[in-house]
Nanobody
């Protein structure tokens, strides 16, 4: 089992920044993928960004150039730095871990509004 604990969501004005963090604990595989998905009201959950334990990244087109994903393998943490936030970034953001199985965090709300 793997447990994921997220932090860092909140309310921010358009153009602002937020940083999300996620800490994984439990049966962590050395080779894994961690990252973030999001789900807005009435929409399907979608990829935001993921990063492998080797450091390879994949971003949704909608966040490229604005969001940066990073990780610390020694602490089993993954971070998402979100800059130039837009109202359409408003969603519940979910941390994900994929090793032998896929796990999800409880979600953290990000609201971009003036």
């Amino acid at each position: 089992q793997v447990q994921l604990v997220e932090s860092g969501g909140g309310l921010v004005q358009p153009g602002g920044s937020l940083r999300l963090s996620c800490a994984a604990s439990g049966s962590i595989f050395s080779i894994n993928i961690m990252g973030w998905f999001r789900q807005a009201p009435g929409k399907q959950r979608e990829l935001v960004a993921v990063i492998s334990s080797e450091g390879m990244t994949n971003y949704a087109d909608s966040v490229k150039g604005r969001f940066t994903i990073s990780r610390d393998n020694t602490k089993n943490t993954v971070n998402l730095q979100m800059n130039s936030l837009k109202p359409e970034d408003t969603a519940v953001y979910y941390c994900t871990y994929r090793g032998s199985k896929n796990y999800w965090g409880q979600g953290t709300q990000v609201t971009v509004s003036s």
